[in-house]
């Protein structure tokens, strides 16, 4: 893939990525004046449709690369999905694109034909939308004290200037490495819970721009979201107790899932699934863990209330902050978003 200055996918003045980091951050490049004269001027390039910027960005592969799929992607969508899921099928994890499940503003979600090795004959591939165009929800509040994660799930170390760099000055690499380390805390905080026994999908393998989990539902359609479902009471006292559990066991490994309501936990079956954890907080190293807690608490009884279910959001976070306390620091009373409005990078 190649970098430019002013416009990713429109790159006149094309490079090597690593050639344009060299000449542009080398640590060890003393010679400023010499580096400011090479750098080139940024130009105003004519804007280009998303559409077509999205066709740039995918790597050039396609259904002559062996990769044919059921669902038929638009015109524009499609070199962007079959290059985010084509490791998956490189590894043998999946063997078609069945069907959209949902096209979000972060993301979209597929059901995929899974291998006959992976025992179960769906998984879902969460395929994130290219970095400019994700409708970013303000994550410098979920992002305080968590570390950068690398494509395969590694810290970024902060002596690693050229990446740390890139990070400060917003460049096109530094956004993709952003972009790259949001979805991998996803699939890395999916890793903690699975295996902790938590109500979540289960982690089968992450690229650059996609994540592969279990799949919820059938062939005919994808479990429902709770937002979507009345249940009769005593399933309600039931499920709200079992997100209560999987809350404990976040914060049991310092997590809270940050964006926790109705919307985010799928039913099949009478078992529900927490789904969508790419803003999970660090409660120990955020100081707005105490609020990103109380919201995810107050949404959720929200819906359960509307259930039948009798709640008590203040008590229940205050319970949970006694026995797992977190980092203290943001003013509690605050309103969350405000925050996030305010917090604007
Ligand atoms: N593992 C799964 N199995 C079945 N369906 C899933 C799975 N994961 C996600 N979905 C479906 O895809 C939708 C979007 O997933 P998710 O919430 O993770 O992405 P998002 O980008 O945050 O989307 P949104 O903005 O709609 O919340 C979910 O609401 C759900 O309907
Ligand atoms: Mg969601």
């Known amino acids: 893939m190649t970098r430019n200055d002013t416009?990713?996918?429109?790159?006149?003045?094309?490079e090597d990525e690593t050639e344009y980091y060299e000449r542009v951050f080398d640590p060890m490049q003393t010679d400023r004046r010499a580096r400011r004269k090479r750098k080139p001027v940024p130009r105003q390039l004519p804007k280009k449709p998303e559409e077509q910027i999205m066709e740039e960005l995918a790597d050039p592969i396609g259904l002559e690369g062996g990769f044919n799929t059921t669902y038929r992607p638009g015109q524009h969508e499609e070199q962007w999905l079959l290059s985010s899921?084509?490791?998956?099928?490189?590894?043998?994890l999946i063997t078609d694109v069945l069907a959209q499940v949902?096209?979000?503003?972060?993301?979209s979600v597929y059901r995929c034909a899974a291998h006959p090795t992976v025992g179960s004959p769906f998984l879902a591939s969460k395929v994130y939308r290219p970095r400019m165009f994700r409708t970013l929800r303000n994550d410098a509040v979920y992002r305080q004290g968590r570390q950068i994660l690398t494509a395969e799930g590694r810290p970024v170390k902060t002596t690693d200037h050229r990446i740390m760099r890139a990070i400060g000055k917003k460049t096109v690499f530094g956004v993709q490495v952003m972009h790259t380390s949001w979805l991998m805390?996803?699939?890395?905080?999916l890793e903690c819970l699975y295996h902790a026994g938590?109500?979540?999908?289960?982690?089968?393998?992450?690229?650059?721009?996609?994540?592969?989990?279990?799949?919820?539902?059938?062939a005919q359609m994808a479990a429902p979201t709770l937002n979507t479902v009345r249940l009769d009471y005593g399933e309600a006292v039931l499920l709200f107790r079992e997100v209560l559990r999987n809350v404990e066991l976040m914060l049991?490994?310092?997590?809270?899932?940050?964006?926790?309501?109705?919307y985010n936990v799928l039913l099949w079956e009478n078992e529900l699934t927490i789904i969508d954890f790419p803003q999970a907080a660090n409660s120990c190293a955020n100081t707005e863990a105490y609020r990103i807690l109380k919201r995810d608490i107050e949404?959720?009884?929200?819906?359960?209330?509307?259930?039948?279910?009798?709640?008590d959001?203040?008590?229940?976070?205050?319970?949970?902050?006694?026995?797992?306390?977190?980092?203290?620091?943001?003013?509690?009373?605050?309103?969350?978003?405000?925050l996030e409005a305010l917090s604007l990078e």
């Open 7 to 14: 416009c990713p996918g429109a790159c006149e003045h094309q």
């Open 85 to 92: 899921l084509r490791s998956f099928y490189d590894q043998e």
């Open 102 to 107: 949902k096209g979000g503003k972060e993301a």
């Open 185 to 189: 805390h996803e699939y890395n905080t």
């Open 198 to 218: 938590g109500a979540v999908p289960r982690p089968a393998a992450a690229s650059e721009n996609a994540i592969l989990m279990s799949y919820h539902g059938d």
């Open 252 to 262: 049991q490994h310092d997590l809270i899932h940050g964006d926790l309501s109705a």
């Open 299 to 311: 949404r959720v009884c929200d819906y359960f209330e509307g259930q039948g279910v009798r709640c």
């Open 313 to 338: 959001p203040s008590a229940i976070v205050d319970d949970l902050w006694s026995r797992y306390p977190g980092v203290e620091g943001g003013d509690r009373a605050a309103d969350l978003s405000a």
